[in-house]
């Protein structure tokens, strides 16, 4: 007789202990001090406005298509993943949220900081460097958990399709996997949207009512 077929286990999660671990739980709140920065610090222009929106804006843009695909799974306190997505943006790139996440940063230092001065370049220079520490910790731990998850259909995926830059084109559709889903946009982006909104009005203001902002001849 036929011993019944066990449902295949869950990938261990990432160790409690890793440090890892608790820079992902607390990836959100570490970007805050970006935040914090360009709007005490930052002195725009109109045109470093216009420009920097519009590259935040795409960022926000990327987010949302991402996010339509992974689920509500991108705001866990921990690393989990109910299947491997591997259509949408994650067939051009495997991090298209971390990507997203740096246009915004990028498009809202350029908004709050009239290029060019030397505050731009500080100001860069610090997002730069927060932005490469929380991922450059919490990637490899994203990707370890994948690895152990999915085993050669993520290896296999690595090597096709790279981390940040789209350069080796669309994955093949026989190879994507994952639907487009915009019902969790509402629940899951709501936390980003509120912070696009906030940091755009933040630009207007200086720009209007503080009037403390930059003129570039």
Same mark, same amino acid.
């Given at each position: 007789m036929?011993?019944p077929?066990q449902? =295949?286990?869950p990938? =261990? /999660?990432?160790?409690?202990?890793d440090?890892?671990?608790?820079? *992902?739980?607390?990836?959100? #709140?570490?970007?805050? @001090? &970006?935040?914090l920065a #360009?709007?005490v610090?930052?002195? @725009?222009s109109? $045109?470093?406005?216009l ?5 935040a ?6 987010r949302?298509w ?5 689920g509500?799974?991108t ?6 993943a =109910?299947?491997l997505?591997t259509?949408? =943006?994650?067939a051009?790139m495997?991090? /298209? ?9 990028l498009?809202f230092?350029?908004? *709050?900081?009239a290029?060019?001065t030397?505050?731009f &370049? ?7 460097? #927060?932005? &490469? ?6 990637? /490899? +731990? ?7 998850? *999915?085993?050669m259909r993520?290896?296999?995926y690595?090597?096709l399709?790279p981390?940040?830059?789209p ?12 639907k487009?889903n915009g ?7 709501i ?7 906030? $940091? ?6 200086k +720009?209007?009512?503080?009037r403390d902002?930059?003129?570039? #001849?």
């Amino acid at each position: 007789m036929d011993k019944p077929k066990q449902a =295949p286990q869950p990938a =261990p /999660p990432a160790q409690a202990a890793d440090w890892r671990a608790v820079v *992902f739980k607390n990836r959100g #709140l570490l970007l805050v @001090p &970006v935040a914090l920065a #360009l709007v005490v610090l930052g002195r @725009p222009s109109a $045109m470093s406005a216009l420009i920097g929106i519009a590259i935040a804006a795409c960022g926000e843009l990327l987010r949302i298509w991402a996010v339509g695909y992974s689920g509500a799974t991108t705001r866990a306190d921990v690393v989990t993943a =109910p299947q491997l997505v591997t259509a949408g =943006p994650y067939a051009l790139m495997r991090n /298209p949220l971390y990507v997203g996440n740096a246009l915004i940063a990028l498009g809202f230092t350029i908004a *709050f900081s009239a290029v060019p001065t030397a505050q731009f &370049v500080w100001l860069l220079v610090f997002v730069v460097v #927060l932005l &490469v520490t929380v991922y450059a910790a919490i990637i /490899p +731990l994203e990707e370890e958990y994948l690895a152990r998850a *999915f085993g050669m259909r993520y290896t296999e995926y690595t090597t096709l399709v790279p981390r940040f830059i789209p350069w080796k084109g669309e994955l093949a559709k026989s190879k994507q996997q994952g639907k487009w889903n915009g019902s969790v946009i509402g629940s899951s982006e709501i936390t980003t949207l509120a912070l696009f909104a906030l $940091m755009t009005l933040a630009v207007i203001l200086k +720009l209007t009512v503080l009037r403390d902002y930059t003129v570039v #001849l």
